[in-house]
């Protein structure tokens, strides 16, 4: 008997070794790329482009931080991707979650017929709403503008879906109790159900705020002016045909990455309750 205990705390030992060594291969595997940016950002450019490539610059250099407000209207740049983001993640958490209330907690007729209508929409490619959108910001007579920029992205059925099941998980008796109080729809909606899906409205927040500001294809699509464009789509531009820059580039990178790992170290534990809670109830 004691040797099977012995044999089952080795074996139980031996897996959980094997799972951190995963766990490891993996942490190193994903920062990798990211501590090669932030050295990149620091080297000449003869030593960005040296074979074999070389990990720490003989001199670090600072100015690449600053030649990139040379190259390009940085700041407002900058002041563009915070709007835009901004404004796209507060009107995605307003509308998605008083539709993701109506789908889950109001009965109406073909609620669930609209609803998987509704999500038909996931399985579409994203690029085939391009061409409508870009036709539709024309007619408004926004191209070129900051509107331009967010105004698709306002609404998402991702968010509606994923804000629908954290209204569905929540008990029936709350919203009985709230109408013998006299609350209609949108009191229940507003003083009882948004407090209780703060989880859900983090991960949403965190999700539509990283989309939007590394959102690329769009901002070169609609707006021509430098000064009228968001972080990824300026440092894409940095690209040269022949020759590119690519340690002012990483230095660029480096700075429009900080506000995203900012915002996740923040809120990391809200996102991962919100995601690990999401699908609790069909």
């Known amino acids: ?128 709403f391009i061409l409508p959108q870009y036709l539709i910001i024309q007619n408004l007579k926004l191209l070129d503008t900051i509107p ?27 919203e009985e109790a709230a109408r013998l109080d006299g609350c209609n729809h949108f009191k229940i909606y507003t003083k009882v159900m948004l407090p209780l899906v703060k989880s859900g409205l983090t991960a949403l927040g965190i999700l539509t705020f990283k989309f939007a500001w590394n959102d690329l294809m769009w901002p070169l699509i609609v707006n021509s002016s430098t000064s009228k464009i968001t972080l990824s789509a300026a440092l894409s531009n940095l690209q040269g045909q022949y020759v590119t820059d690519y340690p002012a580039m990483m230095a660029g990178s480096v700075m429009a990455v900080l506000p995203m790992i900012a915002v996740f170290a923040i809120f990391q534990r809200q996102f991962i309750e919100g995601i690990a809670m999401t699908g609790t109830k069909a």
């Open 1 to 128: 008997m004691h040797r099977q205990i012995i044999g089952i705390k080795k074996t139980k030992h031996s897996k959980n070794l094997l799972i951190y060594i995963a766990l490891i291969l993996g942490v190193i595997f994903t920062i990798t790329p990211f501590l090669w940016m932030v050295l990149t950002s620091f080297k000449t450019r003869g030593e960005a482009m040296q074979v074999p490539p070389i990990i720490f610059p003989e001199v670090w250099q600072i100015e690449n931080y600053t030649k990139i407000f040379d190259k390009l209207p940085f700041g407002r740049i900058y002041l563009n991707t915070i709007i835009s983001s901004t404004i796209t993640t507060i009107a995605q958490l307003v509308l998605c979650s008083m539709a993701g209330y109506s789908f889950g907690r109001i009965k109406f007729p073909g609620r669930d017929i609209i609803f998987m209508a509704f999500l038909a929409i996931l399985m579409i490619p994203p690029s085939l």
């Open 148 to 174: 331009a920029l967010f105004i698709p992205n306002l609404f998402s059925a991702f968010g509606t879906f994923l804000l629908r099941q954290f209204f569905m998980s929540l008990p029936t008796e709350l």
